[in-house]
């Protein structure tokens, strides 16, 4: 009930490409499913994220897809640059204060130039 | 804004001895952080949650008698590893949250070596 599934594992995309990355989840109190970066040696950096009123959120290169009644949600990367070689992970939670986020186990994302 | 460090970045002791890590929040107040483990190449296992004031919540499998926490203020959590052994090397990572609404922002890590 607590997992969060993320697929691939790792993805090579070329430079321009669009990286796309998948997660699922079970439970269905978890409102709130936010993306993460992280490159080598460093502490995850919030990147976008949805909460379940909205379908798709947009934000420059990085885009949302939400789909509540298959409790899916993926993410775009438009035009793929070789700096979004990083690890990416999706995470889930409930919207209130003091729950912890529950991850997906990441994605290796490699653009190549 | 929502900007959350970690002190040390790297810290290298002997088998043993015990190793404080302090994460702070710096532009705003937090009533609860989160300490976080990440191996390499693995996701980021939650260890505990740190409320201000008041004894952590640990995940099952962490030692709380090892994995010691104390969140004595709105801005500082401090993560002490006892009798640390190799198998704790590892990366340790908090997280706030100056919600609502209640993104949770991570610190930089710190990379803790036990020789």
């Known amino acids: 009930q607590q997992q969060v599934k993320q697929s691939p594992q790792s993805l090579i995309v070329q430079k321009g490409g669009i990286s796309i990355i998948n997660c699922a989840y079970e439970?269905?109190?978890?409102?709130?499913f936010p993306w993460y970066q992280q490159f080598p040696g460093k502490g995850p950096a919030l990147l976008i994220a949805i909460r379940p009123d909205v379908s798709e959120k947009k934000e420059g290169r990085f885009t949302i897809s939400f789909n509540k009644s298959a409790k899916q949600f993926s993410l775009h990367i438009m035009d793929s640059q070789p700096g979004d070689s990083a690890t990416y992970f999706c995470a889930a939670s409930m919207d209130q204060a003091g729950t912890a986020l529950i991850f997906g186990k990441g994605t290796t994302l490699s653009v190549s130039s | 804004g929502a900007v959350v460090s970690q002190h040390p970045s790297r810290v290298i002791c002997k088998s043993g001895t015990s190793v404080k890590i302090e994460c702070r929040s710096l532009?705003?107040?937090?009533?609860?952080m989160f300490w976080y483990r990440q191996f390499p190449k693995q996701s980021l296992m939650l260890m505990a949650t740190s409320n201000e004031g008041s004894k952590a919540t640990y995940e099952q499998g962490v030692e709380k008698d090892k994995f010691l926490i104390n969140h004595a203020s709105l801005t500082l959590s401090t993560l002490t590893v006892t009798s640390a052994h190799p198998e704790d090397s590892s990366f340790y990572i908090c997280?706030?949250?100056?919600?609502?609404?209640?993104?949770?922002?991570f610190g930089p890590g710190t990379r803790l070596t036990v020789t």
């Open positions: 439970n269905t109190a978890f409102d709130y």
């Open positions: 532009d705003f107040q937090a009533t609860t």
């Open positions: 997280s706030a949250s100056p919600g609502p609404p209640y993104e949770q922002y």
